[in-house]
C-alpha cells in the first residue's frame, strides 16, 4: 500500500486499556470492558445506520453501494459485486492537523532552511 | 450519534461509572489514538476496524475557481480500514 511503512508500532486494545487504566482509575480488566463497550456503541451506532461524529477526531458514515460488475483476480472470471454497506471514515481538520504537525508521523522530516543560512545570502560583498 | 450522546450511552450501560469518568474514557481513547497516529503508528482493534497514516506526495494542484495552479505540499493523512467483523455485521452476516 502507498506510503505505508513497516517500522511503526501497532497500538491495540492493549494499550488503549493501558491509558484508561492510568487516566481514570478503574481496574484493568474494567478499563478493558469499558474501551470494548466504547467500540461496542461505536459499532451499533454505524450498524443501526446512524453517523458518528466525535469532534475533533473525526466522524463515521455508513454509505450503500449499488451492484457493480467486478472479477476475479485469479480467474478473470466476473462477477457480481453485491450492493452492500461501507463505512467511510473523514477526519476532523483537528486530527489531520495534529497528525501533519507532529514530526514523529513523517518519515523524512523537511529540512527547513534555517534563518542563518537565509541571513547568510544578503550578507555584502566586500571582495572588490 | 455525537461524542457527548457516546458519553451519556456508555454512562448509562455503566450506571457505576461516574459522568466525568465516561467522559474521561472516551477522551483517552481519541486521544491515544491521536497520539500514536501522530508518531506515525498504526492502531489496529480487531474486529472494529485499523487506523494508519498514508504519505500524500506533493503536487502542483489547481484553484477550482481561478483555474490557478498552486504547489499542494506533502501530507500525511489518517486512515481508517474496517474491521471484518464489523463489515460484515453492517451487511447483516
Known amino acids: 500500500m502507498v506510503g505505508e511503512q513497516a517500522v511503526n508500532d501497532t497500538i491495540t486494545r492493549a494499550q488503549l486499556t493501558e491509558a484508561v487504566y492510568q487516566e481514570v482509575g478503574l481496574s484493568r480488566n474494567e478499563s478493558a470492558d469499558l474501551v470494548e463497550s466504547v467500540l461496542d456503541e461505536m459499532s451499533d451506532s454505524l450498524i443501526r445506520g446512524e453517523m458518528v461524529k466525535l469532534s475533533s477526531f473525526g466522524s463515521f458514515q455508513v454509505r450503500q453501494k449499488g451492484q457493480r460488475m467486478g472479477r476475479n483476480p485469479k480467474t478473470g472470471e466476473e462477477v457480481p459485486i453485491l450492493p452492500r454497506r461501507v463505512l467511510v471514515f473523514r477526519p476532523s481538520h483537528v486530527l489531520k492537523k495534529r497528525i501533519n504537525d507532529d514530526p514523529g508521523a513523517t518519515p523524512e522530516p523537511m529540512s527547513a532552511p534555517s534563518f542563518a543560512s537565509e541571513g547568510a545570502i544578503p550578507e555584502p560583498d566586500t571582495s572588490y | ?93
Open chain 2, 1 to 93: 450519534m455525537t461524542k457527548s450522546e457516546l458519553i451519556q450511552r456508555l454512562a448509562e450501560r455503566n450506571p457505576h461509572l461516574l459522568q466525568r469518568d465516561a467522559e474521561r474514557i472516551v477522551a483517552t481513547i481519541l486521544e491515544e489514538i491521536t497520539a500514536a497516529l501522530a508518531r506515525g503508528d498504526r492502531v489496529e482493534l480487531r474486529g472494529f476496524g485499523a487506523f494508519s497514516v498514508k504519505q500524500r506526495a506533493a503536487r502542483t494542484g489547481r484553484n477550482p475557481r481561478t483555474g490557478e495552479a498552486v504547489d499542494v505540499d506533502a501530507k500525511v493523512v489518517p486512515y481508517f480500514k474496517t474491521g471484518k467483523e464489523l463489515r460484515e455485521r453492517l451487511n447483516g452476516e
